[in-house]
Antibody, heavy 113, light 114 residues
């Protein structure tokens, strides 16, 4: 059974960089793209971007200027960096397998001065 | 850009009764490979989303057959034949597109209450 475990800083100040990591256990890492998705408090889902084991990425154009997704294939991990955060970046951040068939539990990130 | 519009945004249903959610796309969702990558997610309160259906009507392993999907082109629907208490939550349709750029687009979500 594939499991996705996430971690990263949960409280940031405006202008700082959000950094999260997602580790994949118990399944194939190389056969999929892996996504980051976020959800502001009480709101819907927004796709941030995706990466595969070779480092090929696709990003949401609305966030592309500030987003970098990277991969560490030997460790079965992917990471998200989002620069210059503001309060609008507050929310729960999820990693998910391609096709959205498996999700991490989510990491709450709060941006506040 | 593609927009997915769900209706209703909120629905109150009686236990044991059916429920239906509509998802309408601003453009055809038929991929160049002939498939339609329209999926449905369920998000129970306080939990991450869970994939229920993919490619319109295919249930993920473990999803009860009370859940079914239908539609084609730009109009899709999720139906729950007999609502149970554990079905409470928010349901999202989501589309994976390739053009003009690869990305996922979500509907606004429909809150299902008992």
């Amino acid at each position: 059974q594939v499991q996705l475990q996430q971690w990263g800083a949960g409280l940031l100040k405006p202008s700082e960089t959000l950094s999260l990591t997602c580790a994949v256990y118990g399944g194939s890492f190389t056969g999929y793209f892996w996504s980051w998705i976020r959800q502001p408090p009480g709101k819907g889902l927004e796709w941030i971007g995706e990466i595969n084991h070779s480092g090929n990425t696709n990003y949401n154009p609305s966030l592309e200027r500030r987003v970098t997704i990277s991969v560490d294939t030997p460790k079965n991990q992917l990471s998200l960096n989002l620069t210059s955060v503001t309060a609008a970046d507050t929310g729960v951040y999820y990693c998910a397998r391609g096709g959205l068939s498996r999700w991490g539990l989510g990491t709450l990130v709060t941006v506040s001065s | 850009d593609l927009v997915l519009t769900q209706t209703p945004l909120s629905s109150s249903v009686t236990l044991g009764q059916p429920a239906s959610i509509s998802c309408r796309s601003s453009q055809s969702l038929v991929h160049t490979d002939g498939n339609t990558y329209l999926s449905w997610l369920q998000q129970r309160p306080g939990q991450p989303p869970r994939l229920l259906l993919y490619k319109i009507s295919n249930r993920l392993s473990g999803v009860p057959d009370r859940f079914s999907g239908s539609g084609a082109g730009t109009d899709f629907a999720l139906k729950i034949s007999r609502v149970e208490a554990g079905d409470v939550g928010v349901y999202y349709c989501v589309q994976q597109t390739q053009f003009p750029h690869p990305m996922y687009t979500f509907g606004q979500g429909t809150k299902l209450e008992i």
